[in-house]
Nanobody, 126 residues
Framework: QTQLVESGGGLVQPGGSLRLSCAAS????????IAWFRQAPGREREAVSCISGDGSIFHYADSVKGRFTISRDNSKNTVSLQMNSLKVEDTAVYYC???????????????????WGQGTQATVSS
């Protein structure tokens, strides 16, 4: 059964850190690009970061560049998002998503992702 399960969300103060994980199962992770998206209440879904299937290429949204780091361990079927220097505006539900098969390179276009996890809530508040 194909699954993406996010974890690691929670409540943190501004300036703090969270590490999100996306556990993949039911498919060969190295064959797929994976991305993180987020959606805050009343706002459109936003691409945060993506990483190619082999982990060699990645992209960050300008809003998180220098603060977030995406990584993957295909041997452990996991993609992670390390979030540092968190801001109140980072509060959102964070989703990991799998790109369509046959395109293992990175893109931030949501329409290219056809399998999504359930999401994990990250709240930044004092």
């Amino acid at each position: 059964q194909t699954q993406l399960v996010e974890s690691g969300g929670g409540l943190v103060q501004p300036g703090g850190s969270l590490r999100l994980s996306c556990a993949a199962s039911g498919f060969r992770l190295e064959e797929y690009a994976i991305a993180w998206f987020r959606q805050a209440p009343g706002r459109e879904r936003e691409a945060v970061s993506c990483i190619s299937g082999d982990g060699s290429i990645f992209h960050y949204a300008d809003s998180v560049k220098g603060r977030f780091t995406i990584s993957r361990d295909n041997s452990k079927n996991t993609v992670s998002l390390q979030m540092n220097s968190l801001k109140v505006e980072d509060t959102a539900v964070y989703y990991c998503a799998r790109r369509r098969f046959g395109k293992p390179w990175c893109t931030i276009s949501a329409s290219e992702y056809n399998f999504w996890g359930q999401g994990t809530q990250a709240t930044v508040s004092s």
